[in-house]
């Protein structure tokens, strides 16, 4: 009977392995959706200057801004940089359209205001900069980074702003991402 019960399962097995080697090339041509998913709410509170609190449905997201890095709260700008997102987006309805979480469990999106695109808003205003690091491909924020450097706008005021991420590396104890 073992014997019997043995032979069923690897011929289970040959059949699943066959089945799947003729439906995974039919797999690759139905085109996948790539947008991820979508939090909609009120932002109830701001971290930092790239980071914020939705309230939706119930459910806090602790959510940080895709794409760009603000300035720490103790580096010049941090709560300059603070301050212009919650001008731009506290008690406001927001959407937020992501892939995934970063390290640290926040949702890792983009943020929106009706059309307008608050990660974008930020790095134009300059208190934010275009975190190639993480978002290389993106050449809009590259450009727009360049717009406020050249207007020297927000942060860019200052004769030599440090970006965020030398700042975390040389003073690891104190601050997290």
């Given at each position: 009977?073992?014997g019997?019960?043995a032979?069923?399962?690897?011929?289970?097995n040959?059949f699943?392995i066959?089945?799947?080697?003729?439906a995974?090339?039919?797999?690759?041509?139905?085109?996948?959706s790539?947008?991820?998913?979508?939090?909609?709410?009120?932002?109830v509170?701001?971290?930092d200057?790239?980071?914020?609190c939705?309230?939706?449905?119930?459910?806090l997201h602790?959510v940080?801004?895709?794409g760009?890095?603000a300035?720490e709260?103790e580096?010049?700008?941090?709560?300059k940089?603070?301050?212009?997102?919650a001008s731009a987006?506290?008690?406001?309805?927001?959407?937020?359209?992501?892939?995934?979480?970063?390290?640290?469990g926040r949702?890792?999106g983009?943020?929106f205001?009706?059309?307008t695109?608050?990660n974008?808003?930020?790095?134009r205003a300059?208190?934010?900069?275009?975190y190639?690091h993480?978002?290389?491909?993106?050449?809009d924020?590259?450009a727009?980074?360049?717009?406020?450097?050249r207007a020297g706008?927000?942060?860019?005021?200052?004769?030599a702003p440090?970006?965020?991420w030398?700042y975390r590396k040389?003073?690891?104890?104190?601050?997290?991402?």
């Amino acid at each position: 009977m073992a014997g019997r019960i043995a032979v069923l399962v690897i011929c289970m097995n040959v059949f699943a392995i066959k089945v799947l080697c003729l439906a995974l090339p039919l797999l690759l041509l139905v085109p996948v959706s790539c947008t991820g998913a979508t939090v909609s709410g009120i932002v109830v509170s701001v971290i930092d200057g790239d980071t914020i609190c939705v309230a939706e449905g119930g459910r806090l997201h602790r959510v940080r801004l895709a794409g760009i890095d603000a300035p720490e709260l103790e580096q010049a700008y941090g709560r300059k940089a603070r301050s212009y997102l919650a001008s731009a987006v506290l008690r406001r309805r927001v959407r937020v359209e992501y892939d995934g979480t970063d390290r640290y469990g926040r949702v890792l999106g983009e943020v929106f205001i009706g059309k307008t695109n608050v990660n974008k808003k930020a790095v134009r205003a300059g208190y934010a900069w275009h975190y190639v690091h993480f978002a290389e491909d993106r050449s809009d924020m590259a450009a727009l980074e360049q717009e406020a450097r050249r207007a020297g706008r927000g942060l860019w005021a200052a004769p030599a702003p440090v970006p965020p991420w030398e700042y975390r590396k040389n003073n690891k104890a104190e601050v997290e991402e």
